[in-house]
């Protein structure tokens, strides 16, 4: 089977789901031209090598998709002749995918929720950790009554720190015996993901 690819594969370019790879080739091939390679893919540095992508031709590049948001991955190269497969070369340098906006949408509570004549208190769960997608910063809702002709939206920006826990939330001074329409997005610092909407009366 041929060495190795000698040194660390590097990788050219990368966005928030994709990276484009590229290594040398191996310096000794044992009479037997390499004919493909296998690129193994950990997930995190602490992760494990479950992942891999066979190249099926000899070209010293592969574009790699499938890959999380805002996630550390790192590569090594195994190089492949008419014998079999060589041992993994050496692993990459970690690369961080590129942030995008959370993907995951909070869901409310509705077992949770209450009501007033002026007031509603909103439960909610946050989206999974794993469509967060970037540093989080947050939740935006908003709310505004149904009968309402104009655009008459209200935001409002709530910090939280842990994006892990439940959160709960209460609108006051509303009007009375009223349908409010209520959304809440998780928010990072790309942008707003998608709402969660519910209609609930005071």
Partial sequence: VPDPPPNRPMVLSADSRSVNLSWAPPRKVHNHPVSAYKIFIKEGESGSWNRSVET????????????????????????ENALGYSKPGKESYPTLTH????????KFIRERLSTSSTSLSLVWAPPPPSTL??????????????????????????????????????????????????????RNYVGLGPSAVIELRT
């Fill in 133 to 186: 997608n970037a540093e989080f910063r947050g939740y935006e809702l908003t709310y505004k009554p149904t009968n309402y002709i104009t655009e008459n939206t209200t935001k409002l920006h709530i910090s939280v720190k842990d994006p892990i826990s439940i959160q709960n939330f209460t609108l006051k001074r509303l009007e009375k015996h009223t349908n409010y329409i209520v959304t809440v997005a998780a």
């Fill in 56 to 79: 099926h031709s000899n070209a010293t590049s592969q574009y790699i998709d499938g890959l999380n948001p805002y996630t550390v991955y790192l590569f090594r190269v195994a190089a």
């Fill in 99 to 106: 942030r995008e906006r959370p993907s995951g949408r909070p």
